[in-house]
């Protein structure tokens, strides 16, 4: 129960009262405790940003109510919305998509994160408990923000894809990743994905899972399944509890490939980073790095390496899959502040170095502490 502490203090309580639905549910992403604590950082968690800190970063009821309007149902924007009301402001919350949940409604796609759903849940019931108003498929204008009377607007409207410069990335077998993750477009037999960071892996093991994988706890991996592919078995009939792993082969040959010349997956958290690189290997992921990449055409990808583009190779792949970084959204920022709109921008809209939903919850969580 320490993750689960960390997610939520008042878990017992919550749970106690017959009050689960209001649990801030742990993730098991690892990323601001076990990560924190093996980097000699202090421990705290990603959905959670007092854990560790509750002395520090205090939500008290506010002495002066405000009109605040939140752009982006994404996680900045929701733990921005739920603070600020539950502080006692009158918050607006608009989101131009069907749903809230921003970048976690792509992570809970993926392949052992279909617990991000359970953040989603959470965030549900917080804007119920807390008054947020929520106006979703509402794409929100700057003339709307600016005569709306809010007294502070912030400004969480996520990331885009980086659309890097490639001969051919306007054919029709190129995709980016939000596409293939949530089933717009489908993919054949072998695919070249671009870029190895946190998404490149996220979409690699999507690409390369065997089962069900639409986003929700029903679509996780059973018990049995697990214990097959990572070679556990039970002590009373196997001597240690270990075998051979035998994973489920991948119904798709895919490339990740990366610019960089530096090992692909370095950046990888340190605690669950070694099991993402095992996985692929598992899955017979062809893993390149140090690549030029020159174009798309009917035979595939061409690419080259190092400074002197050596070794030309073409892959031979049906599709290819960008995930080569991200770009803020901040249209609405400088009509904003040419109406003499007060406005600050949290999360990927503020900065979009990779996904970093522990930035992004903290900065909204700060945000509205102070507001």
Known sequence: MARPFLADSDWVAKAAGNRADEINTCIACNQACLDHSFSRKMASCLLNPRAGHETELTLSPTRTRKRIAVVGAGPAGLAAATTAASRGHSVDLFEADSEIGGQFNLARRIPGKEEFSESIRYYVRQIELTGVKLHLNHAVTAAELAGGGYDEVLLATGVIARVPSIPGLDRPNVHNYADVITGRVQVGDRVAVIGAG?????????????????????????????MHEWGVDDPERVRGGIVAPQFEPSPRQVYLLQRKTSR???GLGKTSGWVHRAVLKARAVEMINGVNYERIDDDGLHVSFGEKRSRPTVLAVDDVVICAGQESRREL???LTAAGVSVQVIGGADVAAEVD?????????RVAAAV
């Open 198 to 226: 946190g998404i490149g892996f996220d979409v690699s093991e999507f690409l390369t899972h065997p089962g069900p994988h639409g986003g929700g706890l029903a679509d996780m991996q059973d018990r049995d399944t697990w």
């Open 264 to 266: 692909i997956g370095a």
């Open 333 to 335: 920022l400088d009509e």
């Open 357 to 365: 939903a522990k930035r992004a919850i903290n900065q909204g969580t």
